[in-house]
Structures are given as C-alpha cells and as structure tokens.
C-alpha cells in the first residue's frame, strides 16, 4: 500500500515532508527496495543470514561478560 500524508491547515511543507518520510520508514518501502535491489540466490541469503547471527550472538556475549565483569 501506497505512503500518503496529507497537508494538514497551518502545516509547513518540512513538517508534511517529515512526517512523510517518517511513514515511509515505518511502513519499511525503502529497505524492501534496497534488498530486492539485486538477485540473492537462496543459498547465499542462507549463508548471510547464518553471518549475521553469528555477529548477533557475539555480540550478545560481549555485552553479557561486560555486564558480568562489573560485579
């Protein structure tokens, strides 16, 4: 579904122009566009995927020992 704002009275055009883009980055148009930008294949989306929870888990662990350090 289609972003639309519409100028409300006494609005300025930066304050419709922020909420536009506000809407826009809530409704995720624009990360949908920049990952369908190019063809992953699935077996490279898997291997992506399976990186980017390996940095996830790491760095949950590093935030856990920095917590655990301080006692």
């Given amino acids: 579904m289609p972003v639309t704002v ?3 009275p006494n609005e300025s055009p930066e304050q419709l122009l922020k909420r536009f883009r506000k809407q826009v980055a809530k409704s995720g ?4 566009v920049r990952r369908k930008r ?11 995927q ?3 929870a390996i940095r996830r888990m790491r760095r949950r662990m590093r935030k ?3 917590r655990h350090k301080g006692r």
Avoid: C, G, N
Avoid at 38 to 48: A, F, G, I, K
């Fill in 38 to 48: 190019w063809y992953v294949s699935p077996s490279e989306l898997r291997r992506m």
């Fill in 50 to 52: 399976k990186k980017k």
């Fill in 29 to 32: 148009i624009l990360s949908a």
């Fill in 64 to 66: 856990a020992q920095e």
């Fill in 6 to 8: 519409m100028l409300r």
